[in-house]
């Protein structure tokens, strides 16, 4: 029973940069890895980035040496930067969290629009 809360989508010119932000609630104690997804008009859902409790961070491939994932667990918190941005990162992005122990599952943001303009 986890809820996570999104913010810092936006509209962006190719080449900038902004910053996600994933603050999650409930059952913050189970959470282990955190992470980004996003899902392009006409495509699947996709992941960006991913990081352990431990702060252990793997990337996609289209991603990596653009964007940096963090998170704070003292705020219960997940960091996404994304910086040198191209119109192909255009999507929905959501937050993901997994967690252990009893209350075992997948936990999903409601998604946050990033749109990078030519």
């Known amino acids: 029973q986890v809820q996570l809360v999104e913010s810092g989508g936006g509209l962006v010119q190719a080449g900038g940069s902004l910053r996600l932000s994933c603050t999650a609630s409930?059952?913050?104690?189970?959470?282990?890895?955190m992470g980004w997804f996003r899902r392009a008009p006409g495509k699947q859902r996709d992941l960006v980035a991913i990081i352990t409790s431990g702060g252990t961070p793997n990337y996609a491939d289209s991603v990596k040496d653009r964007f940096t994932i963090s998170r704070d667990n003292a705020k219960n918190t997940v960091y996404l930067q994304m910086n040198s941005l191209k119109p192909e990162d255009t999507a929905v992005y959501y937050c993901y969290a997994g967690t252990r122990g009893i209350t075992k599952g997948d936990y999903w943001g409601q998604g946050t629009q990033v749109t990078v303009s030519s």
């Open positions: 409930g059952s913050i104690f189970s959470i282990n890895a």
